[in-house]
């Protein structure tokens, strides 16, 4: 139900005002990070963190190339200030209400809806003021993937047109040739106004056609070589990116991509989609696109129809899907009622006896009865990947504690870290929580540490709450990797970065969540 109400936070664009009323152009890096973290982190503690950042990255895209700023400042700092935002409140992220749920499985009261709140909220003031102190110092200046295609446009485009009465007239494009090209490939074709893209391999051409490739340089004596094309200078020519339907898609951790070629997945015809370029690492692949495997962060540039990103913008197979080019308009007559659902939803789950579950059933169900959203984008705004995790991950963690694992496990931390203590065990937990959720993701590190932080702290003779709520923030100082949170991978590459960039400014964060973690449970949740 929380997803819903992110789905429709999300249409009626409520944090658009937030980039123009926040960013200042004239200002430096820090100052604008100073004014923009705070509300994107109080956003984050009330909504799903990965929708918010979704909002938030073409509208930074789109500022930074306007303002001539370097992207990569911005992003991973609204990513890292989202997680922060998420330990604030039971709701700010899933693994909050994935431990509360384990907690009362385990006979204990459940967390409250501010329960976290009393060291979630000094976490993330600390947080932000090290991410706008350390962020300017430590990110690297890169371009944005768009800026990159703009200027590198004249290198790689060319032009050529079809002979009237040649043999390419009335030849489709597979037929002629056109289709396995070494190191080029044709992504448009331009018939007076019309613009036909993508090119599908049974497209008929015609004479006088214009068709535009991409490609290396080197490789453009191939396209020479073709009988009954014409050459045409083409040494100004460069991509309308506001005229063509470019858009960037991040391939994400459960996207069928992963570890395939362009060629194997058949994308151009799967996706109705040509991919121009692929960025990995910020750098573009420097090879015959279609050969290259994809990797989980790779950013591709793709030329579509306007209707690509409604199509896949909430399937699995990307990450993030944004257009390089003017984004669609949002619903401004929904921002006032979604904030007063939410704030309704928020006041219900936390001053009034009803649950959590009924307050967000109730919100979706507004959503629903106001038409801000239809049921079928309701529908895909649930993330099922993330429940089915969650709901697997129940499975596991109780047979971690049926089949005897996690005792054998927490009596081996207790025997080692115990010896230091209740503050020594509950470091030991903080510290595997950490290093799991870099490792897999942050729900499922909750749900394998929390039988073994439950069987510890009653092997020792401890309440259990201050270990749950230390696995719960513990599983959030995901910072050093891009692929242990998803807001992370989402930024990775629109933002042109490395993994070193984020242990550069994650590992100073981690340590100071942990650090706060290991001195504030025991002060709050006495051991």
Not at 40 to 52: D, F, G, K
Not at 59 to 64: G, I, K
Not at 68 to 83: C, E, G
Not at 304 to 309: M, T
Request: hydrophobic fraction near 50%; charge should be neutral.
């Amino acid at each position: 139900m929380l997803y819903v109400l992110a789905g429709a936070a999300s249409k009626s664009g409520a944090l658009q005002p937030l980039v123009g009323a926040a960013l200042d152009p004239a200002g430096d890096d820090r100052r604008n990070l100073a004014r923009l973290l705070p509300p994107v982190a109080a956003a984050s503690s009330v909504l799903n963190n990965t929708p918010i950042v979704a909002m938030l990255v073409p509208e930074l895209s789109s500022w930074a190339a306007r303002h001539d700023r370097a992207i990569s400042r911005f992003l991973m700092p609204i990513s890292f200030a989202a997680i922060l935002g998420g330990t604030v409140t039971l709701i700010g992220t899933s693994t909050n209400l994935v431990v509360s749920g384990l907690l009362e499985a385990a006979g204990f009261e459940p967390l409250g809806f501010f329960e976290l709140t009393a060291l979630g909220a000094p976490i993330a003031v600390v947080g932000l003021g090290a991410l706008v102190a350390l962020a300017p110092r430590l990110l690297p200046t890169r371009e944005s993937t768009r800026r990159e295609l703009t200027e590198a446009a004249r290198e790689f485009v060319v032009e050529l047109d079809i002979v009237e009465s040649g043999p390419l007239d009335g030849a489709s494009v597979e037929g002629g040739g056109l289709r396995h090209l070494a190191g080029v490939f044709l992504v448009q074709v331009l018939r007076g106004d019309e613009i036909i893209a993508p090119v599908a391999p049974g497209q008929r051409l015609r004479g006088r056609d214009r068709l535009r490739f991409v490609g290396k340089a080197d490789n453009v004596v191939d396209l020479l070589s073709i009988s009954g094309l014409t050459s045409r200078v083409a040494d100004e020519t460069r991509f309308d990116l506001d005229r063509s339907s470019f858009f960037e898609a991040v391939v994400g951790l459960s996207s069928p991509l992963v570890g395939r070629t362009l060629r194997d997945a058949q994308f151009r015809n799967t996706y109705q989609a040509a991919v121009v370029a692929i960025h990995r690492a910020g750098e573009r692949i420097d090879a015959k696109l279609g050969d290259v495997s994809l990797r989980v962060g790779d950013t591709l540039v793709l030329l579509a129809d306007p209707g690509f990103r409604d199509r896949w913008r909430e399937r699995r197979d990307f990450l993030l899907v944004s257009p390089l080019g003017v984004s669609a308009p949002p619903v401004l007559r929904h921002r006032v009622p979604v904030a007063v659902i939410v704030a309704a939803v928020v006041v219900l789950a936390s001053a009034t006896p009803v649950p959590i579950l009924n307050a967000a059933l109730l919100g979706a169900l507004a959503v629903l009865a106001l038409r801000i959203l239809t049921f079928g984008e309701a529908r895909n705004a649930i993330d099922l990947d993330v429940i089915l995790l969650i709901a697997g991950g129940f499975g596991l963690g109780e047979a971690m504690r049926v089949s005897g694992l996690a005792g054998v496990v927490a009596e081996g931390l207790a025997d080692t870290a115990g010896q230091l203590g209740a503050v020594g065990a509950l470091a030991g937990i903080v510290l595997a929580t950490v290093i799991l959720t870099e490792s897999v993701s942050n729900t499922a590190a909750a749900l394998i540490v929390f039988p073994i932080a439950l069987a510890t702290a009653q092997g020792l003779g401890l309440d259990p709450r201050g270990f749950a709520v230390a696995v719960a923030l513990a599983a959030s100082a995901s910072f050093l990797t891009p692929v242990g949170y998803q807001t992370n991978v989402m930024v990775y590459g629109p933002g042109g970065y490395r993994y070193r960039d984020y242990t550069r400014l994650g590992l100073p964060l981690t340590g100071l969540v942990v650090v706060a973690i290991i001195i504030g449970v025991p002060l709050m949740w006495p051991l």
